[in-house]
């Protein structure tokens, strides 16, 4: 048997029952991965000719037609494959770690939105954009995009409390300072790109700046000097956030450039008002050679990815995570 792996073309023998991941690794082939356990989504890539059997909850025989997505950790051969690893020259491999973390501010960052600040007892490394999850009690569990960077000493998460949320529930009511949290990972898929010399764009709603900051102050802190563009959409002025942070950054650094859009009540003559992905279709017609980072709610995120593509970006080069919404 053979494996192919695109874009490289570079092949290697394979035996039947070989993990798919096991044989990248062993064959020094560029893969980014993390827990090797199915959780963290890191180490996807594409099948292009071939079959693998992909275990987990339901194992099932890939559909190659389609050029079918799988979890390298979780993929094994079954005959000869052809592959693609994506951006074989921007790999990640964070170890993923639980890690035990003290709470150490809990700050109001609107009316809804809390900032939660943990100081782990061990490094936790990830790259701008990642996640984690964050284990409060058995009973409260929750993935959290990390605002920090894993050189500020701290992690930093910004959570936004439903309404009759269990988990948001448990954070508003008994969350102290001074708590023990639980913290796995990281996770994700949607992590700077350093290499990348060209235009970026950050799409964020609501608490999906959290790891757009992260991503903004990564990059500007790896001394990159693309021009980029961070587009923040919210409900209404209230629900803004980080304004001071985000203005400062800009003003520092040139290319930089920040809207934050208003869907309601925005007529005050400050904030722009609408919807954030017509704000970015109106300034920006041609997208051809960017790179987008889109966190959000899902219907926010579909949106944008699909003006995105009409726009020029190919579909590789638009990083977002899936995060549905549900009542925690």
């Known amino acids: 048997m053979e494996l192919i792996v695109q874009p490289l073309g570079q092949s290697v023998s394979?035996?039947?029952?070989?993990?798919?991941?096991?044989?990248?690794?062993?064959?020094?082939?560029p893969i980014s991965y993390s827990?090797?356990?199915?959780?963290?989504?890191?180490?996807?890539?594409?099948?292009?000719?071939?079959?693998?059997?992909?275990s987990g909850q339901e194992a099932k025989l890939t559909n190659p037609n389609e050029g079918?997505?799988?979890?390298?950790?979780?993929?094994?051969?079954?005959?000869?494959?052809?592959?693609?690893?994506p951006e074989p020259d921007e790999i990640v491999t964070h170890p993923a770690r639980i890690v035990k973390a003290e709470v150490v501010a809990i700050e109001d960052a609107t009316h809804d939105i809390q900032r939660i600040v943990m100081r782990s007892a061990k490094p936790l490394s990830f790259s701008p954009g990642q996640?984690?999850?964050?284990?409060?009690?058995?009973?409260?569990?929750?993935?959290?995009?990390?605002?920090s960077l894993d050189s500020d000493g701290h992690l930093e998460f910004h959570v936004r409390l439903v309404p009759d949320g269990r988990v948001t529930g448990y954070i508003r009511t008994s969350l102290n300072v001074g708590d023990s949290v639980r913290v796995s990972g990281p996770m994700g898929t949607a992590y700077l790109r350093r290499k990348h010399a060209g235009p970026m764009l950050c799409i964020a709603g609501?608490?999906?700046?959290?790891?757009?900051?992260?991503i903004v102050r990564g990059a500007?802190?790896?001394?990159?000097?693309?021009?980029?563009?961070?587009?923040?959409?919210?409900?209404?002025?209230?629900?803004?956030?980080?304004?001071?942070?985000?203005?400062?950054?800009?003003?520092?650094?040139?290319?930089l450039h920040v809207q934050t859009i208003v869907a309601m009540g925005?007529?005050?003559?400050?904030?722009?008002?609408?919807?954030?992905?017509?704000?970015?279709?109106?300034?920006l017609p041609n997208l051809a050679g960017w790179r987008?980072?889109?966190?959000g709610a899902p219907p926010m995120v579909d949106a944008a990815t699909l003006l995105l593509r009409r726009r020029g970006i190919q579909s590789e080069h638009v990083y977002a995570d899936a995060f549905y919404a549900s009542a925690t």
């Open 68 to 85: 079918r997505y799988v979890l390298a950790c979780m993929s094994t051969l079954n005959e000869s494959c052809v592959i693609e690893v």
């Open 131 to 147: 996640y984690a999850m964050l284990q409060f009690t058995p009973q409260h569990i929750r993935p959290y995009s990390m605002a």
């Open 14 to 29: 394979v035996n039947p029952g070989d993990n798919l991941l096991a044989v990248l690794r062993e064959n020094n082939i």
């Open 35 to 54: 827990c090797t356990a199915g959780r963290c989504g890191t180490c996807r890539c594409k099948v292009l000719e071939g079959r693998v059997l992909e």
């Open 220 to 255: 500007l802190a790896a001394g990159m000097r693309n021009e980029m563009h961070v587009y923040f959409g919210v409900r209404s002025p209230a629900d803004i956030y980080c304004a001071d942070q985000l203005a400062a950054m800009a003003e520092q650094h040139p290319n």
């Open 266 to 283: 925005g007529r005050d003559g400050v904030h722009r008002r609408g919807l954030v992905t017509d704000a970015v279709a109106e300034d």
């Open 206 to 214: 609501g608490t999906g700046l959290a790891p757009v900051l992260s």
């Open 292 to 295: 987008a980072y889109l966190c």
